[in-house]
């Protein structure tokens, strides 16, 4: 019964995934609906690549703003009241977008729902993680990638759906899709346990009620060693010991700590696993797929159709990593075989768009399409939920929600410049800028495969010793989870904690 009660919890935040999924995936099936051109790009205006480059990269940058807050909220306010507040937020821009009488207010809510965006999406992995086992950390964090997945999926199909209405309804329909799911999740935060590893830093403000009742919520009926009395100890114990170790606890203060010498290593760690979310050409395909079928020969409504069936291979992706990646191969292998399977899909399109961008070779334009569609699977197999995976169980409790909001404010900061960049390139080099992103991968193979700290299938707490923290002796813990011990637990070198 309590397996099947922190799924359904899961499940429910991961909600929040479809809520990403349909605001990453509506807007490149808005900008390809000739109404939404025709309304915000009237006869004879200026600079419309610039001005589309606008509407996507505000999104990026609404998003960077709200990973560079993300971590004061985490710590101040927990997970689950930090995952309603952005959920709200996701409302408020996606009304903003609905009732767009221009570019401006477009604009303007792009970023509100960036922002909110910013916040939920760093959250819901580390709220998995500080949840899930050690070895079913990534499966379960896959359930959140999986949502994200499906809701990129649902938007290319409202886009096409709503592609037969009329006049501006067509893509004012579309954006307001963005809100039925997100008012769900807002609805259901309400009924979500906070993390008991937060919760442990109420319990020592002297609110020990809300600590015990998350405990009991998520673990009360489990019969294995997450029993309340285990999780108790364990939790209280290491958060108490990272406590000691820190050298002043003020609000806001880790986000300076993240970038000391002692935990730099792990600030750059997480970086460059978030960066391959933009560097492997993932987003400018994503936002600018209907420029790819144009640049194939395809026309029309047949864009916003193919970008629908492009959706699902998302899906395809994500349960293949569940089966058969996550928690069984190491995040390093995962990381760099992914980046060099990437690298050779990228390269075979680049082939295709050179020899048959022209249109005039239909076997060649299908050829190029399904490329697209395996590299949209391929991602989502290798990366798609990984990353945050890797980014969230890297930092320690104090650290978590500022290093990982971090590495994504640092993935919205590459995303920013990408997509100005992205329509311009597409325009004027045509085929050679894949050249830019399969670089980009390669290098980062190199870096994953030689550089990446391996933490498959280890606690929250055993991972600090993999970054020369000290941890709590395993023994000494089963011995006081045995003998219900109150007392304080060994601390022992991070070298002698078994593996």
Same mark, same amino acid.
């Given at each position: 019964m309590g397996a099947?009660?922190?799924?359904?919890?899961?499940?429910?935040?991961?909600?929040?995934?479809?809520?990403?999924?349909?605001?990453?995936?509506?807007?490149?099936?808005?900008?390809?609906?000739?109404?939404?051109?025709?309304?915000?790009?009237?006869?004879?205006?200026?600079?419309?690549?610039?001005?589309?480059?606008?509407?996507?990269?505000?999104?990026?940058?609404?998003?960077?703003?709200?990973?560079?807050?993300?971590? =004061?909220?985490?710590?101040?306010?927990?997970?689950?009241?930090?995952?309603?507040?952005?959920?709200?937020?996701?409302?408020?821009?996606?009304?903003?977008?609905?009732?767009?009488?221009?570019?401006?207010?477009?604009?303007?809510?792009?970023?509100?729902?960036?922002?909110?965006?910013?916040?939920?999406?760093?959250?819901?992995?580390?709220?998995?993680?500080?949840?899930?086992?050690?070895?079913?950390?990534?499966? =379960?964090?896959?359930?959140?990638?999986?949502?994200?997945?499906?809701?990129?999926?649902?938007?290319?199909?409202?886009?096409?759906?709503?592609?037969?209405?009329?006049?501006?309804?067509?893509?004012?329909?579309?954006?307001?899709?963005?809100?039925?799911?997100?008012?769900?999740? =807002?609805? =259901?935060?309400?009924?979500?346990?906070?993390?008991?590893?937060?919760?442990?830093?109420?319990?020592?403000?002297?609110?020990?009620?809300?600590?015990?009742?998350?405990?009991?919520?998520?673990?009360?009926?489990?019969?294995?060693?997450?029993?309340?009395?285990?999780?108790?100890?364990?939790?209280?114990?290491?958060?108490?010991?990272?406590?000691?170790?820190?050298?002043?606890?003020?609000?806001?203060?880790?986000?300076?700590?993240?970038?000391?010498?002692?935990?730099?290593?792990?600030?750059?760690?997480?970086?460059?696993?978030?960066?391959?979310?933009?560097?492997?050409g993932s987003l400018a395909i994503q936002n600018y797929q209907s420029i790819l079928y144009q640049s194939l020969g395809y026309k029309g409504r047949s864009v916003l159709l193919i970008s629908g069936c492009y959706g699902f291979m998302g899906i395809a992706g994500q349960l293949l990593n569940n089966l058969f990646v996550s928690d069984k191969w190491s995040r390093v292998r995962t990381m760099w075989i992914g980046c060099l399977v990437l690298a050779v899909m990228l390269s075979v399109l680049m082939a295709l768009s050179k020899f048959y961008g022209d249109g005039l070779h239909p076997a060649g334009s299908r050829a190029g399409i399904a490329f697209i569609f395996l590299f949209s699977m391929l991602y989502a197999v290798f990366f798609n939920s990984t990353l945050y995976t890797i980014a969230a169980e890297t930092f320690p409790l104090h650290l978590r929600g500022y290093g990982t909001s971090i590495a994504a404010l640092c993935q919205g900061v590459t995303g920013i410049w990408l997509g100005q960049v992205t329509p311009f390139a597409f325009a004027a080099i045509h085929w050679k800028y894949y050249t830019v992103f399969i670089s980009c991968l390669l290098a980062l193979a190199v870096l994953y495969g030689t550089c990446l700290t391996e933490t498959n299938q280890l606690s929250l707490e055993s991972i600090a010793g993999k970054f020369g923290d000290r941890t709590i002796s395993s023994e000494k813990l089963d011995l006081a989870v045995k003998e219900g011990e109150k007392g304080p637990v060994q601390v022992v070198d991070h070298k002698e904690v078994a593996p």
């Open positions: 099947h009660r922190l799924l359904l919890y899961i499940l429910s935040m991961s909600l929040g995934g479809a809520v990403i999924g349909i605001d990453l995936g509506i807007i490149a099936t808005t900008l390809a609906q000739d109404s939404f051109n025709q309304y915000m790009f009237p006869e004879g205006t200026k600079n419309v690549s610039s001005l589309t480059g606008a509407i996507v990269s505000m999104g990026s940058a609404g998003n960077a703003i709200g990973c560079l807050v993300n971590g =004061l909220l985490l710590e101040r306010l927990g997970r689950r009241k930090t995952l309603a507040y952005s959920t709200f937020f996701t409302i408020v821009g996606s009304a903003f977008q609905t009732a767009s009488n221009g570019v401006a207010l477009m604009i303007i809510g792009r970023f509100v729902a960036g922002f909110a965006l910013g916040i939920l999406n760093p959250t819901i992995p580390i709220y998995i993680s500080e949840l899930a086992k050690p070895s079913e950390r990534a499966r =379960l964090v896959g359930i959140f990638g999986m949502l994200v997945a499906i809701g990129f999926c649902l938007a290319n199909w409202i886009g096409y759906v709503c592609s037969f209405a009329k006049g501006d309804t067509t893509w004012r329909l579309a954006l307001g899709m963005q809100i039925p799911c997100a008012a769900l999740l =807002l609805g =259901l935060a309400y009924f979500l346990p906070e993390s008991p590893r937060w919760c442990n830093a109420v319990a020592q403000k002297e609110r020990y009620e809300e600590f015990h009742s998350s405990l009991s919520r998520i673990y009360s009926d489990e019969a294995d060693d997450y029993s309340v009395l285990r999780a108790q100890i364990e939790i209280r114990e290491q958060i108490a010991l990272e406590a000691e170790q820190r050298g002043n606890a003020k609000l806001g203060h880790a986000l300076l700590e993240i970038f000391n010498k002692k935990n730099i290593r792990r600030t750059a760690m997480a970086i460059m696993v978030m960066q391959v979310g933009i560097l492997s």
